[in-house]
Nanobody, 122 residues
Framework: VQLQASGGGLVQVGGTLRLSCAAS????????MEWYRQAPGEQRELVAS??????????NYADSVKGRFTITRDDDKKMAYLQMNALESDDTAVYYC??????????????WGQGTLVTVSS
């Protein structure tokens, strides 16, 4: 089971980017998809999360990105996305996806993807 993040790049203040996170592996079921970010010299912080629940998926966002970022999932494709609008200089960071994935052989486990760099220039 692996996670692959992509979509980072250089964008101007006010611009948009969409990050993607792909889970690979056989018989994988996605329980939770999360996006974290780590700016230089800072601790890694949770940006957005999406939890699969029988009563309906739930999403949560850091206050700093509410109204600007949107996390979505495509469980059939085992993908998660982070749509980032109205980007600010403070959004510059390496972005990581993290997922709780279930397989019959491993049960439910947490996995990290590699980071993808987002640079917002003014």
């Amino acid at each position: 089971v692996q996670l692959q993040a992509s979509g980072g790049g250089l964008v101007q203040v006010g611009g948009t980017l969409r990050l993607s996170c792909a889970a690979s592996g056989s018989s994988v079921i996605v329980n939770v998809m999360e996006w974290y970010r780590q700016a230089p010299g800072e601790q890694r912080e949770l940006v957005a999360s999406s939890w699969r629940r029988t009563s309906g998926d739930t999403t949560n966002y850091a206050d700093s990105v509410k109204g600007r970022f949107t996390i979505t999932r495509d469980d059939d494709k085992k993908m998660a996305y982070l749509q980032m609008n109205a980007l600010e200089s403070d959004d510059t960071a390496v972005y990581y996806c993290r997922a709780n994935l279930y397989t019959p052989s491993t049960g439910s486990q947490w996995y990290w993807g590699q980071g993808t760099l987002v640079t917002v220039s003014s």
